[in-house]
Antibody, heavy 114, light 112 residues
Framework: EVQLQESGPGLVKPSQSLSLTCSVTGYSITSNYWGWIRKFPGNKMEWMGYISYSGSTSYNPSLKSRISITRDTSKNQFFLQLNSVTTEDTATYYC????????WGQGVMVTVSS | DVVMTQTPVSLSVSLGGQVSISCRSSQSLVHNNGNTYLSWYLQKPGQSPQLLIYKVSNRFSGISDRFSGSGSGTDFTLKISRVEPDDLGVYYCGQGTQYPDTFGAGTKLELK
């Protein structure tokens, strides 16, 4: 069974970097696409970007200068780094499998606050 | 970016009833390869979103045939028949045809 699990700090200070890890079991991240999606308070969902089976990446232009998605294939994990966060980055962050995400992690709520 | 407009914002239904949710895109979702990458997701309270329908009308593994998707171009519909308590939550449409991927604002399905 495919399972994804996000981990990382739930509180980040403004101007700092947000770093999250997605640990995948039951499926190799060297196959398919692996993405990050966030849901803001009030239900709005935003696709942030993905890393492909080959390691290539694609990012939402709204985040392009601040976002980086990387991976460690030996650990079957991929990572999100979002720089220079503001309170507007407060959201629940999900990692997910596939271009039409068919498996999602449980999500991690991240609050940006001093 | 492609704007996905979902209607209605909320919906009240009786158990056993049928509902339809509309999703309209600001641009055609027909990809150059001929596929239409329009999906439907359900987020139940306290859970992460789950994929219901992909490429307009294909049910994901394990999804009941009470859920059906239809549409083309810019107009799409999700129908839920014989509504059960486990169907309640927020429904989203999402597109992966045009970069960047975008989602609708959600439709909350509640019990009448």
């Amino acid at each position: 069974e495919v399972q994804l699990q996000e981990s990382g700090p739930g509180l980040v200070k403004p101007s700092q970097s947000l770093s999250l890890t997605c640990s995948v079991t039951g499926y190799s991240i060297t196959s398919n696409y692996w993405g990050w999606i966030r849901k803001f308070p009030g239900n709005k969902m935003e696709w942030m970007g993905y890393i492909s089976y080959s390691g290539s990446t694609s990012y939402n232009p709204s985040l392009k200068s601040r976002i980086s998605i990387t991976r460690d294939t030996s650990k079957n994990q991929f990572f999100l780094q979002l720089n220079s966060v503001t309170t507007e980055d407060t959201a629940t962050y999900y990692c997910a499998k596939g271009r039409d995400p068919d498996y999602w992690g449980q999500g991690v709520m991240v609050t940006v606050s001093s | 970016d492609v704007v996905m407009t979902q209607t209605p914002v909320s919906l009240s239904v009786s158990l056993g009833g049928q509902v339809s949710i509309s999703c309209r895109s600001s641009q055609s979702l027909v990809h150059n390869n001929g596929n239409t990458y329009l999906s439907w997701y359900l987020q139940k309270p306290g859970q992460s979103p789950q994929l219901l329908i992909y490429k307009v009308s294909n049910r994901f593994s394990g999804i009941s045939d009470r859920f059906s998707g239809s549409g083309s171009g810019t107009d799409f519909t999700l129908k839920i028949s014989r509504v059960e308590p486990d169907d309640l939550g927020v429904y989203y449409c999402g597109q992966g045809t045009q970069y960047p991927d975008t989602f609708g604002a959600g439709t909350k399905l509640e019990l009448k």
